[in-house]
């Protein structure tokens, strides 16, 4: 096998979801890289892997990331795996990539779980654009701040959440992005007691507060973007359009904005009169 470093993928919890290739990778490499190796052994054992392995994780000294270079620089080859889904995503292995790559071998990335991919795939929200955030600051004022900023953001909103933080950050998100957004709770993806769940932030707050089971497990929260509303415009249209009424009568400006844009000439035409009165 190809000297290199190998993102392998592992389940998120249904073994079944492991790749043909990721069992190749696992059997045939030097050595697994593994964030926990106790807890990896589990899995290598029920696919009876007995490659060695090690603790790799991103606190590991520079000892840790010599030993796997001395691997590869010798002509072998190393697995990077976490507990579960893709290394990296939320998971170590990022200063390890950058170090492989400086030493000028391969990294390859063996693809499969991801826990916010499969999540987005069955939601039901808008898939063509969205932010992955990860896990939320712990601290509720670090946490509301985070919110903020995300507020206005027009694409689906990709959370990790810990079980026990759930309801409060439901509530934060209620606070921030008003009760009425849609969001998903995915909840336990791959395993026996899945839930995915579309509704208001408002009803998955009563939700799981009704229901102790649903703080359990493993959880991904997807928020909706913010919906653009009638007469919100992008910052290029609005400055063109601000400043043609500078030079044209506000109905003109409307138009030719409208014929550069493509945008509806009402709702350019609405935006210059909400524009005129105080407060709007
Ligand atoms: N690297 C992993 C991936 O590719 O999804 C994520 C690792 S991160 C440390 C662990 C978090 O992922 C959990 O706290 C949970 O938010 C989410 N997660 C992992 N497995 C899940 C599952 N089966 N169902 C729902 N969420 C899951």
């Known amino acids: 096998m190809e000297s290199g470093l190998y993102i392998v993928a592992t389940p998120i919890g249904n073994l079944g979801d492991i790749s043909h290739r990721a069992v190749d990778v696992?059997?045939?490499v030097t050595l697994i890289?593994?964030?926990d190796t106790r807890h990896s052994q589990r899995l290598l054992q029920h696919f009876s892997i007995e490659t060695p392995t090690m603790a790799y994780h991103d606190h590991s000294d520079q000892r840790a990331l010599d030993r796997l270079g001395d691997?590869?620089?010798a002509g072998g080859s190393v697995a990077l795996v976490s507990d579960a889904g893709t290394p990296l995503i939320s998971d170590p292995g990022y200063r390890l990539v950058r170090h492989v790559q400086q030493l000028g071998f391969p990294v390859v990335p063996?693809?499969?779980?991801?826990?916010?991919?499969?999540?987005?795939?069955?939601?039901?929200?808008?898939?063509?654009r969205f932010l992955f955030e990860g896990f939320l600051p712990a601290k509720a004022v670090s946490r509301a701040n985070r919110l903020a900023e995300l507020a206005a953001t027009p694409v689906s909103l990709i959370f990790y959440?810990?079980?026990?933080?759930?309801?409060?950050?439901?509530?934060?998100?209620?606070?921030?992005?008003?009760?009425?957004?849609?969001?998903?709770?995915?909840?336990?993806?791959?395993?026996?007691?899945?839930?995915?769940?579309?509704a208001s932030l408002a009803e998955l707050a009563a939700f799981v507060r009704a229901d102790?089971?649903?703080?359990?497990?493993?959880?991904?929260?997807?928020v909706a973007g913010r919906i653009r509303r009638e007469g919100d415009l992008d910052a290029g249209a609005a400055a063109l359009l601000e400043r043609l009424a500078q030079e044209l009568p506000a109905k003109r400006a409307a138009a030719v904005v409208a014929d550069v844009t493509g945008l509806r000439k009402k709702a350019l035409y609405d935006y210059l009169l909400a524009a005129k009165k105080p407060n709007a």
């Open 110 to 128: 063996v693809p499969g779980p991801c826990a916010a991919i499969a999540a987005l795939s069955a939601s039901g929200l808008p898939t063509d």
């Open 26 to 28: 696992l059997q045939s």
């Open 71 to 73: 691997c590869l620089a």
């Open 161 to 198: 959440e810990a079980p026990h933080r759930l309801a409060d950050s439901l509530d934060a998100m209620i606070e921030v992005f008003g009760g009425d957004r849609e969001a998903v709770l995915a909840r336990e993806i791959t395993k026996t007691f899945e839930t995915i769940r579309r």
């Open 212 to 222: 102790p089971n649903q703080q359990k497990g493993e959880i991904v929260l997807i």
């Open 33 to 35: 890289a593994a964030e």
